[in-house]
Antibody, heavy 123, light 107 residues
Framework: EVQLVESGGNLVQPGGSLRLSCAASGFIFSDYYMDWVRQAPGKGLEWVGR??????????EYAASVNGRFTISRDDSKNSLYLQLNSLKTEDTALYYC??????????????WGQGTLVTVSS | AIQMTQSPSSLSASVGDRVTITCRASQGIGNDLGWYQQKPGKAPKLLIY???NLQSGVPSRFSGSGSGTDFTLTISSLQPEDFATYYCLQDLNYPLTFGGGTKVEIK
């Protein structure tokens, strides 16, 4: 059974940092692209960024709103995905989901999601 | 960035109704669109990928259609468990962008 379990969410002051983790199991983690998606309280979904797999050089993509402040990484030996959040702003307050990428017919979707970890940025 | 506009933002419907949700892209995205269902307090769930392909395990009352800029999610006969918020997502270009969501409520 595919499982994604996020952790690391917390209350942090503006300007602070946090590292989120996503532990994967039930599939060959190293084969897949992985993404982060967030959802502010009572709001819609916002894509945060992506990390590709080793054959694709672990390259990353980011939303403009987080580019330069957030960094996605992975450790395939630990079946784990990470999101380093720096220079946090109050508008980064959200539930952060990790999601597995699913390729089909040249298109990409998120076929499995974790339950999310809550990041609250407040003084 | 490609803007995804969903309509309506909310709707009220009864069990057994046929429900249609639309998503319009600000530029052509081919078939690079998925539909997701989210229930309160839960993670989103993939329903449809590549515009019209039903994800494994999703009931056949869900269907997707469209290409280019205009897409539709249809629920042929609404069931009690379908009351949720639905999102479209384009994956043609970065940044990936979601529609604003459509909340389906009980009439």
């Amino acid at each position: 059974e595919v499982q994604l379990v996020e952790s690391g969410g917390n209350l942090v002051q503006p300007g602070g940092s946090l590292r989120l983790s996503c532990a994967a199991s039930g599939f060959i983690f190293s084969d897949y692209y992985m993404d982060w998606v967030r959802q502010a309280p009572g709001k819609g979904l916002e894509w945060v960024g992506r990390i590709r797999n080793k054959p694709n050089s672990y390259t990353t993509e980011y939303a403009a709103s987080v580019n330069g402040r957030f960094t996605i990484s992975r450790d395939d030996s630990k079946n784990s995905l990470y999101l380093q959040l720096n220079s946090l702003k109050t508008e980064d307050t959200a539930l952060y989901y990790c999601a597995r990428g699913h390729f089909a017919s040249g298109s990409y979707s998120f076929d499995y999601w974790g339950q999310g970890t809550l990041v609250t940025v407040s003084s | 960035a490609i803007q995804m506009t969903q309509s309506p933002s909310s709707l009220s419907a009864s069990v057994g109704d046929r429900v249609t949700i639309t998503c319009r892209a600000s530029q052509g995205i081919g078939n690079d669109l998925g539909w997701y269902q989210q229930k309160p307090g839960k993670a989103p769930k993939l329903l449809i990928y590549v515009a019209s392909n039903l994800q494994s395990g999703v009931p056949s009352r869900f269907s997707g259609s469209g290409s280019g800029t205009d897409f539709t999610l249809t629920i042929s006969s609404l069931q009690p468990e379908d009351f949720a918020t639905y999102y479209c997502l384009q994956d043609l270009n970065y940044p990936l962008t979601f529609g604003g969501g459509t909340k389906v409520e009980i009439k």
